[in-house]
C-alpha cells in the first residue's frame, strides 16, 4: 500500500545517510584493508605443529601472533637473537590458546642447526620469515644478502623436504618481480628455489610482500616527528612510487596462502596501483592534522626503482579462491641450476661482490642491475623497504 500525503502539506525529506567514514588506514593505503583470515585458515592451523622463521622480525612476530590465537597444536619459534626470542615466547605462552610454545635459537644459514630444530619440533607448517630485506644494506654487502636469502632458505628447503614438512610458505618481496636491485635477485632466487626442490611431500608456496606500514621503527613514526618539529622530510624522488600494506594484512596474506598453495606458487595482495610516497606523505600529516610538510628529495639510490610491481611483464596472473589475493606460476628455471648455485655460493662465502653480481646475472636472465651513485646526506625515508628487516623503511 502507498500512502499519499495531502496536497499542499509538506512532507518531511530524511536527510541522505553520511557516507561511512574511511578508516585512517584506507585512507593512508588508498584501499580497504583486507586483514580477516577466513575458515580455511583455522583448519589448517589448528592442532598442527607450527614453526615460524624469523620469528622476531617485524612479520615474523605478527605471524606468531596470529597464528597462536589458531589453537595449534605446537608453535616453534626460531630465530638467532635469542634474547628477544625468549622475550617473545614467554609474551605467547602466556595467552589463551596457545599452551605450546617452543623457542629454538638458530641461524637458517647453520645447516646443521636447522636439520636439529626440525628433527626435534617435526612441523607440519613451516613459515619462513628469516633474513635481510634492506635493500640498501644487501646492495652494499650482496654476499651477506645472499648468505641470508639465498642460502638460508636454500638449506631451510632441502631440510623441510627431508623431514616431511606438509607446506612451506616463504617471505618474499615485491621486489623479486623483474629484480633491479641484488636484495629483489635473492628474493627472486628463493623463489625459484621452492619451484626446483627435490620431489617430495611438501607443498611449497612464496608470497611477495610490499612495504609494510605499522611495523616497528615505522618512518611514519619518524615522519611525525620530524613534521610536529618542523623539520624538513627526506625522501627519494618527487614521483616514486611504492605498495603499501598493513602488518595484519601481512600477516593473513601468509596465512591464506599457505591453505590456497596446491604446488610451487607465488602469490601477492591486490594491493591497486602503487602509492607516490610524496602522497601518502601528505595524507599522513592531514590525518595527524600537522601542519604543511617540507620535502627535500636526494636522489634514487642503487637498485631502486621509481615503482615497484607485484608481478613481472612475463608472468601471468592466476585468480585463486581469494578475491584479493592472486597468484602465478614462474618461468622454468635456468639449465644447470645447482652448480650455478653452488657458484653463487662459493663467491659470498668469500667475500666477493663482484663474484655475486656475475653469478646473479647468469642465474637472472630477467635480473637487471641498476648501478646509481647512493645519495649523499641525510639518509631518505623511501630508500628502502622491508617487511622482515628491522627497521623498515619506505
Not at 608453535?75 to 610454545?101: C, F, I, K, N
Not at 609494510?212 to 613514526?221: C, Q
Not at 656475475?358 to 642491475?369: G, K, V
Request: hydrophobic letters at 45%; one cysteine or more; aromatic letters at 4%.
Amino acid at each position: 500500500m502507498r500512502w499519499f500525503p495531502r496536497r499542499g502539506v509538506p512532507v518531511p525529506v530524511p536527510a541522505p545517510a553520511p557516507a561511512p567514514e574511511a578508516s585512517p588506514m584506507a585512507l593512508l593505503l588508498g584501499r580497504d584493508e583486507v586483514a580477516v583470515a577466513g575458515p580455511r585458515v583455522q583448519r589448517l592451523v589448528a592442532d598442527r605443529r607450527v614453526l615460524v622463521t624469523g620469528a622476531c622480525g617485524t612479520i615474523g612476530s605478527a605471524l606468531c601472533e596470529r597464528v597462536g590465537r589458531l589453537g595449534p597444536a605446537a608453535l616453534w619459534l626460531m630465530d638467532r637473537d635469542g634474547r628477544r626470542l625468549d622475550r617473545l615466547a614467554a609474551e605467547l605462552a602466556g595467552r589463551p590458546g596457545t599452551e605450546r610454545v617452543m623457542a629454538a635459537r638458530a641461524d637458517v644459514r647453520d645447516r646443521g642447526r636447522v636439520e636439529a630444530v626440525l628433527r626435534e619440533a617435526r612441523p607440519e607448517l613451516v613459515f619462513h620469515a628469516a633474513g635481510q630485506n634492506e635493500l640498501g644494506k644487501v646492495e652494499d654487502d650482496p654476499c651477506q644478502g645472499v648468505a641470508a636469502n639465498v642460502v638460508g632458505t636454500r638449506r631451510l628447503v632441502d631440510a623441510a623436504v627431508r623431514h616431511g614438512v606438509e607446506r612451506l610458505v616463504l617471505v618474499s618481496s615485491d621486489k623479486a618481480a623483474d629484480p633491479a636491485s641484488v636484495l629483489g635477485a635473492t628474493m627472486r632466487l628463493g623463489e625459484l628455489l621452492l619451484q626446483t626442490a627435490t620431489p617430495g611431500p611438501t607443498r611449497f608456496a612464496a608470497v611477495r610482500v610490499g612495504n609494510v606500514i605499522g611495523a616497528r621503527g615505522s618512518p611514519l613514526t619518524a615522519l611525525a616527528s620530524r613534521i610536529s618539529s618542523g623539520e624538513a622530510v627526506t625522501l627519494t624522488h618527487p614521483e616514486v612510487a611504492r605498495h603499501f600494506m598493513t602488518l595484519a594484512e601481512a600477516a593473513v596474506l601468509l596465512l591464506e596462502a599457505a591453505a590456497l598453495t596446491e604446488e610451487a606458487e607465488t602469490f601477492a595482495l591486490d594491493m591497486g596501483s602503487p602509492v607516490p610516497v610524496v602522497e601518502l606523505v601528505h595524507r599522513y600529516a592531514a590525518r595527524l592534522r600537522l601542519p604543511e610538510v617540507t620535502i627535500r628529495f636526494s636522489g634514487l639510490g642503487p637498485g631502486e626503482k621509481l615503482a615497484e610491481k607485484t608481478f613481472a611483464d612475463s608472468e601471468r596472473r592466476i585468480r585463486t579462491a581469494h578475491p584479493k589475493i592472486w597468484g602465478t606460476r614462474p618461468a622454468p628455471p635456468p639449465a644447470g641450476l645447482p652448480d650455478l648455485l653452488d657458484a653463487l655460493e662459493r663467491a659470498a662465502a668469500r667475500g666477493d661482490a663482484a663474484g655475486v653480481r656475475l653469478a646473479l646475472r647468469r642465474l637472472l636472465p630477467e635480473y637487471r642491475p641498476v648501478r646509481r651513485p647512493r645519495p649523499s646526506g641525510e639518509r631518505p625515508l623511501c630508500e628502502a623497504a622491508g617487511p622482515r628487516f628491522d627497521p623498515p623503511v619506505l
